[in-house]
């Protein structure tokens, strides 16, 4: 079997720099863009993922779905709650039991700046027990008219990072927030929330109930206590669901964004294979005469076309490589606002494993078709090609 040296390949991309150039620029940024799109894919998986606590579940208003910024339960239910279960985990004598206000509602960074819609939760202590991924990770726990804000937090209502400092001032639901500290939350959805207390927040919005009380059980509880409790109780109207169903329903709704994202990475890829052949073509029908020389020295046709195969994939190789670089560099961790909070661009393994098959498939079937077409021209018409 005879092959074209692989030197050959090498030497023929570096004789025409401008073209080549050219070629890299635009796979670069066609994987570029397939890298982006699936780093929002996983992203918003991943935080939809983590933020479910198996042993953690959400007791709230009948019927509500999952709209739990639309729940209303009575304040006294968190009492009921704790009271009437026996397998809540408890500690020191607190039960795992957090009563909550949830609520969106518009964010301001100045008193009478653009307003941006943010989330913000109503919570006492008893909350760092049942959402133990949250951790304080600058200042203090918020106090009297004072909020802690999520990593994600300005992101979602459309601040920057030097609008939220500790020590600066939030206006929401007609009063002035404090901003007391930073937590994060493993990258679940709760850091794009803003949290205070409790009672500060029923003040400001004239409220004495609550959205709903989250609760955790211990290791030997069942699911069924709760929900039993749930049912027996009718005066109070409520339901029950595990925190990871909560966030399972969320996924399956999210499914159709899904989708749509997997659609415009196809798309972007068959652009790219189309553009990938043009370019291809215009570097192939310029080396008609170099092809055909190839063959009246005695080199089979196959030969030729594996070598513009080995240049396509050289192209792509690069081509991959650099956009990989620059979306662990620039894109990944990038945060983006969505309906839910705000999460992470995501590129990990299974990004850039796709990032690189498309590549790959971009050098490989964009250079298949012109090199066949061209070489089925007869050595003599080649040679006499301008």
């Not at 307003?115 to 106090?143: C, F, K, N, Q, Y």
């Not at 008219?145 to 030097?162: H, P, S, V």
């Amino acid at each position: 079997m005879t092959f074209l040296p692989w030197e050959y390949g090498v030497r023929n991309l570096l004789r025409r720099p401008l073209r080549s150039g050219l070629t890299l620029l635009g796979l670069t940024t066609v994987v570029l863009l397939v890298l982006v799109v699936v780093g929002f894919i996983r992203g918003l998986e991943r935080s939809l993922s983590v933020s479910g606590d198996p042993r953690t579940v959400i007791v709230f208003s009948l019927g509500m779905g999952e709209n739990l910024e639309y729940s209303s339960v009575p304040m006294r239910t968190s009492d009921l709650v704790a009271a009437s279960i026996d397998g809540i985990q408890e500690r020191y004598g607190n039960r795992y039991a957090s009563p909550e206000l949830y609520l969106g509602t518009q964010v301001r960074t100045t008193q009478n700046g653009p307003a941006g819609m943010g989330l913000v939760r109503g919570v006492t202590t008893a909350a760092l027990l049942v959402h133990s991924r949250v951790e304080i990770i600058a200042g203090d726990w918020p106090g009297p008219d004072e909020i802690m804000i999520g990593r994600l937090a300005a992101t979602k209502f459309g601040a920057t990072q030097d609008d939220v400092r500790i020590g600066n001032s939030l206006w929401l639901e007609g009063r002035e927030w404090r901003i007391s500290g930073v937590f994060t939350a493993a990258g679940s959805v709760f850091e794009s929330e803003l949290w205070c207390r409790l009672d500060d927040l029923q003040q400001a919005m004239k409220r004495q109930d609550l959205s709903l009380v989250a609760v955790t059980l211990a290791s030997d509880a069942e699911f069924a206590d709760v929900d039993l409790f749930c049912k027996e109780r009718l005066d109070l109207e409520l339901q029950a669901i595990r925190q990871v169903e909560y966030f399972d329903s969320l996924r399956e709704d999210y499914q159709p964004v899904r989708m749509l994202a997997w659609l415009v990475v196809l798309l972007i890829s068959g652009a790219g294979v189309f553009a990938g052949l043009n370019t291809m073509y215009g570097a192939v029908v310029g080396r008609v005469r170099e092809l055909a020389t190839l063959q009246a020295i005695g080199f089979p046709r196959w030969a030729a076309v594996v070598s513009l195969v080995q240049e396509g994939t050289l192209l792509a190789v690069t081509a991959s490589l650099l956009a990989s670089v620059v979306a662990v560099v620039l894109v990944n961790g990038a945060a983006v606002r969505f309906t839910m909070g705000a999460f992470e661009l995501q590129i990990d393994g299974v990004a850039l494993l796709i990032g690189y098959g498309t590549g790959l498939t971009l050098g490989m079937v964009g250079s298949l078709p012109p090199a066949i077409r061209v070489l089925r021209l007869p050595v003599v018409e080649g040679l006499k090609a301008v």
